[in-house]
Nanobody, 121 residues
Framework: QVQLVESGGGLVQAGGSLRLSCAASGRTFSSYVMGWFRQAPGKEREFVVRISRSGLGYYRDSVKGRFTISRDNAKNTVYLQMNNLKPEDTAVYYC???????????????WGQGTQVTVSS
């Protein structure tokens, strides 16, 4: 069982930055693929980025060059640095974990409660 707790969301102006954190419980964090998804009001949850066990990131096109995912296995934490934020990035951001997660939400067994990111224009 893995428990995930996100933090770092908030309100920021367009062009600003935020760093999200996701702290995981358990002693096998390094075994998990970690992902970030987001869900805007009235829209389906969508893939943002995932990071492999070895630290390789895979991003959706709209965030490439602006978002950076990283993980610290010693701290059981994954980070999402978000720069040059746009109003369309506004959503609840969810952290997810799975032993073999991909780019679809159903591929992840464990989820955090979400953290709100609001970007004003």
């Amino acid at each position: 069982q893995v428990q995930l707790v996100e933090s770092g969301g908030g309100l920021v102006q367009a062009g600003g930055s935020l760093r999200l954190s996701c702290a995981a419980s358990g002693r096998t964090f390094s075994s998990y693929v970690m992902g970030w998804f987001r869900q805007a009001p009235g829209k389906e949850r969508e893939f943002v980025v995932r990071i492999s066990r070895s630290g390789l990131g895979y991003y959706r096109d709209s965030v490439k060059g602006r978002f950076t995912i990283s993980r610290d296995n010693a701290k059981n934490t994954v980070y999402l640095q978000m720069n040059n934020l746009k109003p369309e990035d506004t959503a609840v951001y969810y952290c997810a974990a799975d032993l073999a997660g991909g780019t679809y939400s159903h591929q992840y067994d464990y989820w955090g409660q979400g953290t709100q990111v609001t970007v004003s224009s």
